[in-house]
């Protein structure tokens, strides 16, 4: 029995640290942290250096395929190539630009769809906020190339309401005005033009734009909207008329005339 508790009191006593010599009793309590708790804190350092490096070798990565991603952009030279870069750059910082560059190539090839949605990913994607806002117009640009025309003049109009002083504010107030006009209200139509025409003066660029769309809405005219059958009864007056057979020729009334009787000697 005493054994076992001799063996007990053995296991149970801390270990005492053996003190250097000539170690200066002011740096005695740091050299008792070091001994008990150095260990513990050097396996935190080391994790934490490691943390650290990983996030700046992620940093720099991330870095890396954002600058690759700009010279891609910059290099695109087709649609299909635009595809391709949001494809393989869409979760880096310049997917923004890259989207957006894709969505007005969808516009001037005439897919409108394609490049409402488009626009719409700008939106959703976090998008900072020059582009964000760029994406709003072009929106409403795609809109109206759908021809819902409703959608676009709000668009339009909520653009030029919250942007007052953005440069593409012109933009906006002319798409309103082409807007306008195709939905038969050409008297908002110019009354939009004559302010934008006053608020810009001494700008030639927007003058001359608001000049000629001022010609524009003058002289366009809504095509009315036609029922099938109407353009149905349009076309067969349209369609020349059959032409008619030549008369047949005359029978005379006798079918034989009689020859003279010859002379008598």
Request: aromatic content about 6%; glycine content about 6%.
């Amino acid at each position: 029995m005493s054994t076992e508790k001799s063996k007990a009191d053995k296991t149970t006593k801390p270990v005492l640290h053996t003190i250097p010599e000539n170690l200066p009793e002011e740096l005695l309590p740091i050299y008792d942290w070091w001994k008990t708790k150095g260990p513990a804190f050097l396996t935190a350092l080391a994790t934490a250096a490691v943390l650290a490096g990983g996030v700046f070798a992620f940093r720099a990565y991330r870095a890396s395929k954002t600058a690759a991603a700009n010279q891609a952009i910059l290099k695109a030279s087709s649609l299909e190539d635009l595809e391709n870069v949001v494809a393989k750059y869409g979760a880096t910082k310049a997917a923004g630009t890259a989207r957006l560059r894709l969505a007005k190539a969808y516009y001037d090839a005439s897919n409108y769809q394609a490049a409402l949605q488009t626009y719409d990913e700008c939106l959703k994607k976090g998008t900072a906020r020059a582009l964000r806002e760029i994406a709003e117009l072009g929106r409403a640009h795609a809109l109206e190339g759908l021809n819902r025309l409703d959608e676009a003049l709000s668009d339009f109009q909520r653009f030029e309401q919250q942007r007052t002083g953005h440069f593409l504010y012109p933009q906006a107030v002319m798409g309103a005005a082409r807007v306008l006009a195709m939905l038969g209200r050409k008297d908002e139509a110019k009354n939009r033009i004559e302010k934008l025409k006053a608020e810009k003066t001494g700008d030639e660029a927007v003058e001359m734009a608001v000049a000629n769309l001022d010609g524009v809405i003058t002289r366009y005219e809504p095509r009315a909207e036609r029922s099938l059958f109407d353009m149905a009864e349009e076309a067969v007056k349209a369609a020349p008329a059959p032409e008619k057979q030549a008369p047949a020729a005359e029978v005379p009334a006798a079918a034989e005339q009689q020859q003279p009787a010859a002379g008598q000697p």
